[in-house]
């Protein structure tokens, strides 16, 4: 079963930073791509940023040079630095894991950030 943990949402003011975790359990971890998505309320869940097993990042344009992604394998663990917040990057991020052996992907539960004055 695989099992992925989002954390480190809350609610920040304009131009500040929060980091997001994504804890990973029953997969491989080392062969995932992890992905970062976000849905705001009333529009379609959208691509952040993701990170291949080689530690290769890509990102949306729109959090091109505010966001940056990593992984940690030997704690099975991504993360999203999220720098220069605006209210624009307001919305639920869900962690993403692809295996690109089973061509699988599974979804975390999603964590809540806020931002605002």
């Known amino acids: 079963q695989v099992q992925l943990v989002e954390s480190g949402g809350g609610l920040v003011q304009p131009g500040g930073s929060l980091r997001l975790s994504c804890a990973a359990s029953?997969?491989?971890?080392?062969?995932?791509?992890m992905a970062w998505y976000r849905q705001a309320p009333g529009k379609q869940r959208e691509f952040v940023a993701h990170i291949t097993p080689a530690a290769n990042p890509n990102y949306a344009d729109s959090v091109k040079g505010r966001f940056t992604v990593s992984r940690e394998n030997a704690k099975s663990t991504s993360y999203l630095q999220m720098t220069s917040l605006k209210p624009d990057d307001t919305a639920v991020y869900f962690c993403?894991?692809?295996?690109?052996?089973?061509?699988?992907?599974?979804w975390g539960q999603g964590t809540q950030v806020t931002v605002s004055s």
């Open positions: 993403q894991a692809y295996d690109i052996n089973t061509q699988r992907t599974f």
């Open positions: 029953g997969n491989n971890f080392r062969l995932n791509v």
